[in-house]
C-alpha cells in the first residue's frame, strides 16, 4: 500500500541529546515536509523541501535540522539547541504539479524529551 | 501572508445537534485551496475536503457540509445531526499550491459531541 510512515510512534529522550525522526513515503512525491503540533498552536511548518538535495526552512526551524538525500527519505533531526522539543511530529509528501493537488499525511511521532 | 483563522476553540454540543465550525482566511492570492482536516485522539490528520477558490458551489457529503464564500473569506464547516464518533480536533488550512507548497493550518477546534 502508498502512504508515508513515521517511525516510531513514541520517542522518548533525555534533555541534551539529538533525536532523528524518520520519515518515508512510497508515492513517489517529489515534495515533503515536517509540521510541529503543539497544544492549541495547530501545526506549524519546520522545514520542506520540493526536491531532493534541496530544502526550505519553515516558520519554527531553529534547533532542527534536515536532509533529503533520497526521494522517499525526509529525516528530521531534534538537536540540543531546540528548547522546547517535546511535542507532535507530522511529515507530509506533497502532489506536486500532479492532481489532486494535496498533501498526505503521516501518522505521526509524539517526541517527550525530559 | 497567508493566515487561518479557528476563532472557536472548543466547541461542546448533545449528540444529534448540528453544529458549525468556522474559518476565515486571509490571501492575496487570486488561486488558491482551502482544506479540512479531522485529527481523531490517535493523532492521525484525516483528510475531509479540498476546495479551490474557483468553485464556490457548497458540498455535502453524508452529514457534513461546506459553505465557501469568498466575499466574505469563509470556509465553514456543519455536521448535521452529531455523532460521539466526531469527537476530535477539527483544521482548516490553506495554500497556493498545496501539492508543493506547505499548507497554512489555523489553530484548530476541539468539538466534543456528548451522548
Known amino acids: 500500500d502508498g502512504g508515508i510512515t513515521q517511525s516510531p510512534k513514541y520517542l522518548f529522550r533525555k534533555e541534551g541529546q539529538n533525536v532523528t525522526l524518520s520519515c518515508e513515503q512510497n508515492?513517489?512525491?517529489?515534495?515533503m515536509y515536517w509540521y510541529r503540533q503543539d497544544p492549541g498552536q495547530g501545526l506549524r511548518l519546520i522545514y520542506y523541501?520540493?526536491?531532493?538535495?534541496?530544502?526550505q526552512k519553515g516558520d519554527i526551524a531553529e534547533g532542527y535540522s534536515v536532509s533529503r538525500e533520497k526521494k522517499e527519505s525526509f529525516p528530521l533531526t531534534v538537536t540540543s539547541a531546540q528548547k522546547n522539543p517535546t511535542a507532535f511530529y507530522l511529515c507530509?509528501?506533497?502532489?506536486?504539479?500532479?492532481?489532486?493537488?494535496?498533501?498526505?499525511f503521516g501518522p505521526g511521532t509524539r517526541l517527550t524529551v525530559t | 501572508a497567508q493566515k487561518v483563522t479557528q476563532a472557536q476553540t472548543e466547541i461542546s454540543v448533545v449528540e444529534k445537534e448540528d453544529v458549525t465550525l468556522d474559518c476565515v482566511y486571509e490571501?492575496?492570492?487570486?488561486?488558491?485551496?482551502l482544506f479540512w482536516y479531522k485529527q481523531p485522539p490517535s493523532g492521525e490528520l484525516v483528510f475531509l475536503i479540498r476546495?479551490?477558490?474557483?468553485?464556490?458551489q457548497n458540498e455535502i457529503s453524508g452529514r457534513y457540509s461546506w459553505n465557501f464564500q469568498k466575499s466574505t473569506s469563509s470556509f465553514n464547516f456543519t455536521i448535521t445531526a452529531s455523532q460521539v464518533v466526531d469527537s476530535a480536533v477539527y483544521f482548516c488550512?490553506?495554500?497556493?499550491?498545496?501539492?508543493?507548497?506547505?499548507?497554512?493550518f489555523g489553530k484548530g477546534t476541539r468539538l466534543s459531541v456528548i451522548a
Open positions: 488550512a490553506l495554500s497556493e499550491d498545496p501539492g508543493n507548497t506547505p499548507l497554512v
Open positions: 490571501t492575496r492570492d487570486t488561486t488558491y485551496y
Open positions: 508515492l513517489n512525491h517529489d515534495a
Open positions: 523541501s520540493q526536491i531532493v538535495n534541496d530544502f
Open positions: 507530509a509528501s506533497g502532489t506536486g504539479t500532479e492532481y489532486p493537488y494535496e498533501q498526505y
Open positions: 476546495r479551490n477558490s474557483f468553485d464556490e
